[in-house]
């Protein structure tokens, strides 16, 4: 019975906009907010956001992810610099810091986009692991943040893995809406199912 059901467990989650010209008020940073909405839209659980609007300095995105999993985080989300331009250093920012590489994840996220747009292999997201922490590289623009993580009608999207892969690292037991984003996980690995 749904009544019958523990709370969904609290999660601390880094969201990360790198970009020079947001950080420094010249336009208005859109990728904390898409983060923000996307995540309060998909989970169950209780929310403790760590934003952070940074420029793209290599040595200061990886202190950036290096605080938030020191802080506790169990997952960090950065949007931004992650193409070819000179200054986009991310993905090197963050494998600086990485205890794993977990390189599905930008595999799949490229094959989301080559559906939209050729260019997409341009992108160099990449994912890993710190200690009991996933950081996940996402793309630059709101819709391709909100493509990326829920997925396509025929290709599922990467969030679907998050909450497994958070189960993994011995972190809190992730509970997404049906509806934005169905978590998959191995039956033995299921401990209920809420309601949407």
Same mark, same amino acid.
Do not use: S
């Given at each position: 019975m749904p009544d019958t059901l523990p709370p969904p467990e609290p999660v601390k989650i880094g969201i990360v906009s790198i970009s020079d010209r947001a950080s420094?008020? *010249?336009? =208005?940073?859109? @990728? +904390?907010?898409? +983060?923000?909405?996307?995540?309060g839209r998909a989970l169950h659980n209780p929310i403790a956001f760590e934003p952070r609007l940074i420029p793209d300095e290599q040595a200061t995105i990886s202190t950036t992810l290096i605080e938030l999993v020191d802080a506790g985080c169990s997952l960090v989300l950065t949007t931004g610099g992650t193409g070819p331009a000179l200054r986009d250093v991310t993905p090197e920012a963050t494998l600086a810091v990485a205890d794993k590489e977990m390189p599905g994840f930008g595999e799949q996220m490229r094959q989301i986009s080559l559906r939209f747009v050729p260019t997409a292999i341009l992108s160099r997201q990449v994912a890993v692991i710190r200690g009991q922490c +996933?950081?996940?590289?996402? /793309? @630059?623009?709101?819709?391709?943040?909100? =493509?990326t993580l829920e997925g396509l009608p025929d290709t599922p999207g990467i969030f679907a893995a998050v909450p497994y892969c958070i189960d993994l690292l011995k972190g809190p037991y992730l509970e997404t809406r049906?509806? *934005?984003?169905?978590?998959?996980?191995?039956?033995?690995? *299921?401990?209920?199912?809420? /309601?949407?």
């Open positions: 420094g008020g *010249v336009y =208005e940073d859109k @990728g +904390l907010p898409a +983060l923000n909405d996307w995540l +996933l950081i996940i590289n996402l /793309p @630059g623009q709101p819709k391709a943040i909100a =493509e049906a509806a *934005v984003c169905k978590a998959f996980r191995p039956k033995t690995a *299921v401990r209920h199912v809420r /309601p949407d």
